[in-house]
């Protein structure tokens, strides 16, 4: 049974910093794509950052040089470190594990797979 349990998320100030993780079980996670997307209210989800089977990463053109996505192989766990945070930041992140990845190349969206609950990031100005 695959399971991917979020935790990190919370409420800060603007210019502040989170970090999320992403707790992976059933799967080995350096054989499957891992990746981020956030969705706030009102809004479709969006893809925050992807990490791929050899390592490569992938993010947002929006986000490039805030959010740092990694994962801890021996502790089958994704991170999300993101900094200096803006109220538009304000969404509930999700974790996606196994997503389509031919389909994320051609869209940058994250589809299929397994996704978590999600935790909700708060950023007040």
């Known amino acids: 049974q695959v399971q991917l349990v979020e935790s990190g998320g919370g409420s800060v100030q603007a210019g502040g910093s989170l970090r999320l993780s992403c707790a992976l079980s059933?799967?080995?996670?350096?054989?499957?794509?891992m990746g981020w997307s956030r969705q706030a209210p009102g809004k479709e989800r969006e893809m925050v950052a992807a990490i791929s089977i050899n390592g490569g990463t992938y993010y947002a053109d929006s986000l490039k040089g805030r959010f740092t996505i990694s994962q801890d192989n021996a502790k089958n766990t994704l991170y999300l470190q993101m900094n200096s945070l803006k109220p538009e930041d304000t969404a509930m992140y999700y974790c996606?594990?196994?997503?389509?990845?031919?389909?994320?190349?051609?869209?940058?969206?994250?589809?299929?797979?397994?996704w978590g609950q999600g935790t909700q990031v708060t950023v007040s100005s």
């Open positions: 996606a594990a196994d997503f389509a990845w031919d389909s994320f190349i051609r869209t940058r969206r994250l589809t299929g797979g397994y």
């Open positions: 059933g799967y080995t996670i350096s054989s499957v794509p």
